[in-house]
């Protein structure tokens, strides 16, 4: 049996706070805004993992009006997610994830992203395609507003 998940999240990019993506952080002068580490790319593919198997979003899960999740490690809420994936008897069987911001340049940390993220899910990195590309200037990404992910996950029992 398989199962196919699609995520989505956007965050703000403000100062003063440290840029996460998939567990990695990066250096840049601005950060994401989030009742965690808004870690955005890790929020997607926790929401494309739930959805595949109908468990909600990750609002259900840690909502930001717990003060429990007060900048959050979104890399251990991954682990928490991954738990309820095998104990329904699935694994990941790939993943592919874009992440959309006009800066920085990802292209240097797209391995690093991808090696930490496989790590969380006991998978190797091959099946964990990470992908980054501008908006050409379009948008609140391509203005240096957000930064936005999607991700889609197959699932196999």
Known sequence: ????????????????????????TIPH?????????????THTIMDALLGA???GSIGDHFPDTDPAYKNADSMLLLKEVYALI?????????IDSVIMAQQPKLKP???AISKSLASVLNVDPDIVSVKATTTEKM?????GEGIYAQAVVLLTK
């Open 29 to 41: 002068t601005k950060g994401l805004l989030g009742h965690s580490d808004a870690d955005v790319l």
């Open 53 to 55: 198997l109908n468990l």
């Open 1 to 24: 049996m398989i199962r196919i998940g699609l995520g989505y999240d956007a965050h703000r990019l403000v100062e003063n706070r440290p840029l996460i993506l998939g567990g990695v």
């Open 86 to 94: 095998t104990t329904k008897g699935y694994k990941v069987g790939n």
């Open 109 to 111: 940390h797209i391995a």
């Open 139 to 143: 948008g609140p990404e391509g203005r």
